[in-house]
């Protein structure tokens, strides 16, 4: 038998198996993490497997039936000494080393960056020895990539005492997501808040958070409500659901870019309603057709790469809004050079 663990670490693949599990697997696979938890190990519920290259993963075994269905996990630590277990699928035995081998590529992917996922702890801190010679240092500067893609990876992190919980499936909406220490400061941070990031790397998560703090420090001010914006119906859902707001609440809205331009240009007066008429939006399909061959021509470069830099930069980027205007060619130049 191992040490028992602090926490429990599930991706989100694992709890979309979860959350579409019949009764006696989802059960069965509740059984398993409490056993794990326990620092219990058998050949049923650690068998390591041969072939991983940057750390120990582990089986346990789910069920003996048709599907065979297997929990593919790895032993972590932090620095502080907490352990724990990373689980990173519940797949079908016969798929189980095309995920291991999905899992090792993405932490070659971290080896690229300047710290891997893999490293253990050195510098000879409290209850360190052979043990944990196989257990992936995660500690909050840690930052793990999806096996599937070039995003980081979602972790939900579930209390010990509250495995049991999760028998209910409707709490899975309330298990925290780990966060790392810079997306912390950015909930932590007051005033306006700017961040910027690619698709899949946490922005969403960092203002579904931040908007809860914000929203909890304000209880008995009476005064403030928020508004959630972004283009994607999905997404609006998602923040709203995770932070338990019904529709038509005084504490929060969440609504698509298009509903809000329409509602703000019911403000218009009529007499200025000409300069926002539709025909003269610039869509990017509009961009395109109009400029995208000249622009190629004389710069051989793409016209989303232009039209990009425009949004982004030229009108788009923070020093734009505080000028209050698009930004000048040198202004331009000097914000890239920085």
């Known amino acids: 038998a191992g040490k028992a663990l602090d926490k429990i670490l599930l991706t989100q693949d694992t709890l979309k198996w979860y959350k579409n599990a019949d009764r006696k697997v989802a059960n069965l696979f509740l059984q398993r ?45 932090e620095k502080g000494g907490l352990r724990g277990v990373l689980v990173w699928y519940v797949s079908k035995h016969k798929h189980v080393s095309r995920h291991m081998m999905d899992i090792d590529q993405s932490d070659l992917r971290r080896h690229r960056q300047l710290q891997s996922a893999r490293s253990i702890v050195e510098d000879g801190g409290e209850g360190e020895g052979e043990e944990d010679e196989d257990a992936m240092l995660l500690d909050e500067d840690t930052v793990l990539l999806d096996p599937l893609a070039n995003t980081p990876l979602k972790i939900h992190e579930a209390d010990i005492a509250t495995i049991a919980d999760l028998a209910d499936k409707e709490n899975l909406q309330s298990l925290p997501l780990r966060l790392t220490s810079a997306e912390k400061d950015v909930i932590g941070k007051t005033g306006t808040v ?23 420090a304000r209880i008995g001010c009476g005064t403030g409500r928020q508004l959630f914006v972004c283009r994607s119906r999905k997404v609006c859902a998602m923040v709203q659901r995770i932070q338990g707001i019904a529709d038509g ?30 025909s003269l939006k610039i869509t990017y399909t509009k961009f395109s057709a109009a400029l995208g061959e000249k622009i190629y021509k004389q710069s051989k470069l793409d016209a989303l790469v232009v039209w990009t830099q425009i949004n982004s930069f030229i009108k788009g980027s923070i020093e734009a809004v505080e000028k209050g205007r698009p930004l000048l060619e040198d202004e331009y130049v000097e914000e890239l050079g920085k």
Not at 194 to 216: E, F, H, P, Q, Y
Not at 262 to 271: F, G, K, S
């Open 33 to 77: 993490l409490k056993q794990l938890a326990a620092g219990e190990r058998s050949r049923i519920l650690s068998k390591h497997l041969v072939g991983s290259k940057n750390f120990a993963i582990f089986e346990t075994y789910l069920d003996q039936g048709h599907s065979a269905q297997r929990i593919l996990w790895t032993e972590s630590r």
């Open 194 to 216: 700017l961040v910027l990031g690619r698709s899949g790397t946490g922005k969403t998560i960092c203002i579904g958070k931040k908007m809860a703090v914000d929203r909890a």
């Open 249 to 278: 609440s005084d504490e929060a809205s969440f609504m698509q870019l298009d509903p809000l331009v329409d509602l703000m240009l019911q403000r218009v007066a009529p007499a200025d309603l000409s300069r926002f008429a539709k």
